[in-house]
């Protein structure tokens, strides 16, 4: 039987096997969990209606990644929304090393990322969900972005890009070029490289933040590591800021501060809590045996 005379719940049905890669998909072009949701759930409602107008010219996969790839573009386009309101500290915070743009970055969780990309893959699995991964694709321009994945993380064939994006092959191939150097540089300066000492290290980094212990967590940085704190556009860079900040983050009186190990991003990562309160989702960049970022997701339950 022909797709376009299937049903409604069967197309649901078969529309549903895509639906979690295609979730990883829109996250990785938007960096974002909540916009991300909203893509798919467009993509598989405009897919629908469009049904009629699919040919068969190309397999249904690759139908709805275009059709999910122009969302998350036309999203990108739509300051407006991926802009959360910045929340207002209970403290007078020191002056940040800068005011970070990606407001709207959010962690994805390791028990979601399971999408294995293409056996021709530029990326492996684990690093196009870490954040430095992720953070760099939010830099580049739109076009740029979607290119990347398409063609390294997916495999995609250049001729079904230029034709999910409306363009030449050779157009495709400048895109993607200029989009690898650029992810490149930024992932050289962010210095990311998982340590096998991870789980000590995560451990005594706990210990030392609970225990309100800054000479403990200082010791356990990088002289350059940042820290961040989406959707607060506030981040420290070096030991000195870093140490004005949690000086007087911990010199403010709170509920025992409890931090519960878990993974997001295919990182180590800790979900905080004052007393029975959920205080966000902290998630640690590691660099040999020491920490180079700590992202703090202030939303996350």
Request: aromatic share 6%; proline share 8%.
């Amino acid at each position: 039987m022909s797709i376009r005379a299937t049903d409604e719940q069967s197309f649901r049905e078969l529309a549903e096997t895509y639906r979690h890669e295609l979730h990883l998909h829109c996250y990785r072009i938007l960096g974002s969990l909540t916009d991300a949701e909203d893509a798919v759930q467009e993509t598989l409602l405009a897919a629908w209606r469009g049904l009629d107008g699919f040919e068969g010219r190309s397999s249904l996969r690759t139908w709805l990644y275009r059709i999910a790839t122009n969302r998350c573009l036309n999203a990108l386009r739509d300051a407006g929304r991926r802009r959360p309101p910045e929340p207002v500290p209970p403290f007078d915070p020191p002056e940040p090393s800068r005011r970070g743009e990606m407001t709207w970055l959010q962690p994805y969780p390791d028990e979601l990322a399971d999408s294995q990309p293409g056996p021709e893959a530029r990326y492996g699995t684990r690093e196009t969900i870490e954040l430095a991964f992720i953070t760099g694709l939010q830099l580049l321009p739109p076009r740029q972005a979607a290119t990347l994945v398409l063609r390294d993380v997916l495999c995609f064939p250049a001729g079904e890009v230029a034709s999910m994006l409306g363009t030449t092959e050779t157009a495709v191939k400048g895109i993607l070029q200029r989009a690898r150097a650029s992810l490149d540089k930024h992932r050289e300066s962010a210095g990311h490289r998982p340590s096998p000492q991870e789980r000590e290290l995560t451990r005594r980094f706990a210990d030392a933040f609970t225990a309100g212990d800054l000479d403990g967590v200082l010791d356990l940085l990088t002289d350059d590591a940042w820290l961040a704190m989406p959707p607060a556009p506030h981040e420290y860079h070096g030991l000195e800021a870093i140490a004005g900040f949690l000086r007087v983050t911990m010199a403010v009186p709170v509920e025992r501060f409890t931090m519960t190990p878990t993974r997001a991003n295919n990182q180590p990562a800790f979900r905080c809590r004052h007393g029975e309160t959920p205080a966000g989702l902290m998630v640690l960049t590691l660099d040999g045996d020491r920490i180079r970022a700590i992202t703090r997701f202030l939303d996350q339950k």
